[in-house]
């Protein structure tokens, strides 16, 4: 079964079709910028020009960075403010004409994880950070999502976790490898502390590089990269998707 994914992110745009069976891209995936400034009606008309390109009729599973209940957003992370309290899905399924689940993006990059990556047949508590412009966060109780989690936004004493502990933040400060995995440590301590997870994935643009890092990262639970890296949020979001097929 073929689903196309699509994940909404700061900079990009990115989708294709999904074997969701296989848990792999069945075409190239086709990329767009994100407009600037990211308008619903900039970014929906750009969500289109994707599902133009692949000629696609079928199932939509979407990805965006904002908590999202009901199809609504109820946020904004890089993106227009414009999109807080908006009707979302509701406005992508008009754009595009066709039948789409929207959800955020780190879950469904923890969705993908969980069913074809580094969380397969893992049982437990098991929470999926992904690290890049800020921090995503997909928790995990016996391979069951609950959604929305926003772990990035946790404060470690004044400051908040992904202002201080972001791959943005390890370039913004020029911060060396070593440096950088204190920071996570210290982060994931504390998300230790809190929810005694089974599990630690470490997704985003950092996890090519967890081998730099790992090293100064000493705490109980587990931790291991992400397996599906920048496929995760596509493979997900089709994934997601599938419910509307039933």
């Keep these: 079964m073929e689903i196309l994914g699509i994940d909404i992110g700061g900079s990009g745009i990115k989708g294709a079709p999904v074997d969701v069976t296989q848990g792999e891209l069945s075409e190239a995936r086709f990329r767009i910028d994100t407009p600037q400034p990211a308008t619903p009606e900039a970014v929906s008309d750009t969500v289109a020009k994707i599902v133009q390109h692949f000629e696609w009729g079928g199932l939509i599973g979407c990805t965006f960075p904002a908590i999202i209940k009901h199809g609504r957003t109820l946020s904004a992370a890089n993106v227009d403010d414009g999109w807080i309290g908006l009707e979302a899905e509701k406005l992508l399924r008009q754009k595009t004409g066709c039948s789409l689940l929207l959800l955020n993006d780190a879950d469904a990059a923890g969705i993908a994880e969980m069913e074809f990556g580094a969380g397969r047949g893992r049982d437990g508590i098991v929470m999926v950070l992904t690290f890049g412009t800020g921090i995503g966060s997909a928790l995990f109780l016996n391979g069951e999502l609950v959604p929305n989690t926003e772990l990035g936004h946790v404060f470690l ?24 995995g204190e920071r996570v440590n210290a982060y ?9 997870p089974d599990l630690f994935i470490i997704g985003g643009g950092a996890s090519k590089k967890f081998d730099k890092f790992a090293r100064s990262i000493n705490i109980n639970a587990d931790i291991q990269p992400a397996q599906l890296l920048n496929d995760a949020g596509i493979v997900g979001a089709a994934m997601a998707a599938r419910r509307l097929a039933n």
Aim: overall charge positive; hydrophobic content about 35%; cysteine-free.
């Design 188 to 196: 994931l301590q504390h998300l230790e502390f809190l929810f005694s």
């Design 157 to 180: 004493g004044s400051r908040e976790a992904e202002q201080w502990t972001s791959d943005r933040a390890r370039k913004e400060k020029g911060l060396k490898w070593k440096q950088w």
